[in-house]
């Protein structure tokens, strides 16, 4: 008997993150990322587990990040061990899924768009 069609199955995404000698965390996603809920919340889970007790502000790197789904933008609204976060993209596609996310979502600490990395890490520092 054939079995019915099923949906491709999606291959992680794989991301960077580091923990800076400023005390910055780094959250880096891949060109062309479709993130959804299950990539979101490994990353998550990593940040909780870099910091282990202590909070520290995260910059993310989003530029050429192609979706975040519904699924993955529920799991970035929930409180973990960053203190603040500063979303970085650079094209209106960056912006669009930002807006969007701070629009629709009501992030867990101080979050900004920015398109400039040093405006975002001296936002970051001043939190």
Known sequence: MDQPGTPQDHQQVEFDLVLEESGVLRLTWP??????EDDAQRAMDRVNELCGTDRHPMIVDMATTDDVTRGARSVFAK???????????????????????????KPPCPTRFFTDETEA???????
């Open 31 to 36: 060109r062309g990322a479709r993130i959804k």
């Open 79 to 105: 409180p973990c061990q960053a203190s603040s976060i500063a979303l970085w993209g650079a094209s209106p596609v960056d912006r669009v899924i930002a807006n969007f996310f701070l629009g629709i979502m």
């Open 121 to 127: 890490l001296a936002w970051l520092k001043e939190q």
